[in-house]
């Protein structure tokens, strides 16, 4: 079996011009050697894997050789050069910081810079990870590099130039080292690729090298290990398995079923990416770099701002193309606001898909029905307002109706009564327990059934369903059972049954059984125009304390010291 020599390795670039996405770097050093310029120390800044250390060994042997380039590149033909290419050179010392950061590291390095080259014209000392030396090193290595002999060049690598002391920084040439950019990187990979006979997809070279995030020697050991888990050949599919890396595709997708207003869709989008145990935060931050490339996509001079495959790109300006600016900044806001809250959130995967079904609202508001080719969006109607009371406003479903009818209450479909939201009709307001007598009736647009059956019955028939209807609350709410047991139901003018509860409370809690009951008496007694009209009539001799603070009244009545202490201690019940 042939000796396998990784990539990072295999294709590390020998001469400046091969160095990746460092030009303006390359070409300064290169004039430098032209004109006889060269710093006697070089601190070479930037992120992991850019090609510092690369650029370093690429100086030393260049600045060796003994036969230069005009385009002032190194022979590969001299002795220095071939003892440089098999790692054979004297002229080059490196040393890691990171491992070797004692002062006594340090006074070896110094007592080798003592002795002149024996070949070649220059030594150089490349100190990689140098904001690891200690204090003390530092302090022994700085005398040195105040006043190095002429033969003697240093190249000091960091990852964070910020540790770097002020008098090291002010004795060195700096260089920064950008992000190679995933153009780059992905161009180098397709080189690569072709030297060592691998068919691989643009999109997946693409895929790896923002897996890189900027950094050459990650993005070809991700490489390596791709050929070595799929063979000699590398498709999008595979990529996107082995990184663990969520499909574009899936981004488009969820953006074009917000568009149309898909909530359905959308829930059902987002549970498929978490069941392929993708976590919710990484969707969330890569819908926002989605989100961010449909933005840029909208201007002409900004879609270069894009780091994807040119088959992505054409995708991302399609679907710009049919979300309005303003939209778009809206859903980036929301989903901006998701990323900040979700990590404080208790249930995670709800608060992503209320953050989704907002942006479909969104949508609804922005962009008319006609425009996203979607179904006609539920809304929200207000039924007329109850005499005087202080009822919530009773909501229903209804699709919208056509225009210039929306005032004819025939068009409006009929209601379905288990639609309706039972918890907030004809709720009674608690603030004003103490009136005898108090009426209130619902609101007749609201029960409205286009059907207008209208059948006469009797007294007893509607006493028999009343009992009936009660029996079925007998075990679930006692309370309510005995109410209506208690309370005689009476039909008064044009199917209106009236019936008397004994307070408020009661009254209240029966509201929300209420719509039931009519429903109910008018299934069973074939009348849909009958209404229901609740009337409290607070009888002192029946008058049962039912809430703390009635009990309180009642003893209170009974014992008026009661009431002083609680004035005096101000005391507060709590009800
Ligand atoms: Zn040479």
């Keep these: 079996m042939e000796n396998f020599i990784v990539s990072a390795r295999k294709y590390r670039p020998q001469t400046f011009d091969t160095v990746v996405g460092q030009h303006p770097i390359t070409n300064t050093l290169k004039n430098a050697i032209k004109n006889n310029q060269l710093a006697q120390a070089f601190l070479f800044c930037g992120p992991r894997g850019v090609g510092k250390t690369t650029c370093a060994r690429i100086l030393a042997k260049t600045i060796n050789c003994e036969n230069l380039s005009p385009a002032l590149e190194a022979c590969d033909a001299c002795p220095s050069c071939i003892s440089f290419n098999e790692n054979a050179s004297f002229n080059i010392y490196e040393l890691d910081g990171a491992s070797n950061n004692s002062v006594d590291d340090i006074r070896t390095l110094v007592d080798q810079v003592r002795i002149p080259p024996q070949m070649g014209k220059y030594k150089v000392y490349i100190i990689d990870e140098v904001h690891m030396l200690s204090p003390a090193a530092f302090n022994a290595f700085l005398k040195t590099l105040e006043e190095p002999p002429h033969y003697a060049k240093f190249i000091l690598a960091t990852t964070e130039k910020h540790k770097i002391l002020p008098t090291i920084l002010s004795r060195c040439q700096i260089f920064d080292f950008r992000r190679i950019t995933i153009d780059d990187i992905a161009g180098h990979l397709r080189y690569v690729a072709e030297k060592e006979q691998v068919e691989a997809e643009d999109n997946a070279l693409h895929i790896v090298a923002q897996k890189a995030d900027g950094a050459m020697r990650d993005a070809l050991s991700i490489f390596d290990q791709l050929v070595s888990f799929t063979g000699n050949r590398i498709t999008y599919e595979t990529v996107l398995e082995n990184l663990n890396v969520l499909d574009y595709e899936y981004f488009f997708k969820i953006t074009d079923q917000i568009l149309s207003g898909d909530v359905s869709g959308v829930l059902l989008t987002i549970n498929e990416i978490i069941d ?5 935060q990484h969707f969330i931050i890569g819908f926002g770099e989605h989100l961010r490339n449909l933005l840029v996509s909208k201007d002409a ?41 979700y990590k404080s959130s208790n249930h995670k995967k709800l608060h992503l898909e209320i953050a989704l079904m907002q942006m479909c609202s969104l949508v609804m508001k922005e962009i008319p ?6 179904i006609p969006p539920v809304t929200v109607t207000r039924a007329p307002a109850t005499t005087g009371s202080a009822s919530p406003p009773q909501t229903k479903r209804s699709t919208v109706p056509p225009a210039g009818s929306s005032a004819d209450k025939k068009t409006v479909e009929p209601i379905k009564m288990k639609d309706l939201p039972h918890a907030f009709d004809g709720v009674v307001s608690l603030k004003n327990p103490t009136p005898a007598t108090n009426t209130d009736s619902d609101s007749p647009d609201v029960s409205e059934d286009t059907s207008e059956i209208a059948n006469p019955f ?18 679930d709410s006692p309370h309510l059972f005995s109410t209506l ?14 019936f008397v509860v004994d307070n408020k409370v009661l009254e209240t809690e029966l ?6 009951l009519l429903e109910y008496l008018r299934k069973k007694l074939k009348n849909s125009k009958i209404q229901l009209k609740t009337s409290v009539v607070e009888n002192p001799k029946t008058f049962k304390p039912y809430t703390d603070k009635e009990k309180f009244e009642l003893m209170a009545d009974k014992n008026n010291a009661l009431r002083t202490l609680r004035e005096e201690l101000d005391l507060e019940i709590e009800y």
């Design 369 to 374: 029905a006609t425009e996203t080719g979607s």
């Design 276 to 280: 392929k145990g993708f976590d919710g």
């Design 485 to 498: 047991k208690n309370s005689r139901p009476a039909l008064s003018d044009e199917w209106t049954i009236g």
């Design 511 to 516: 509201s929300l059984k209420k719509t039931e």
């Design 301 to 341: 001079v900004t879609v270069k701002l894009i780091e994807t495959a040119p088959s992505i790109r054409d995708q991302y300006l399609e679907q710009s193309g049919r979300c309005p600016v303003t939209l778009l900044i809206k859903i980036l806001d929301l989903n901006n606001q998701c990323d900040l809250s």
């Design 458 to 475: 009797s007294q007893t028939d509607l006493c028999d369903y009343w009992d009936e209807f009660a029996e079925s609350l007998r075990n």
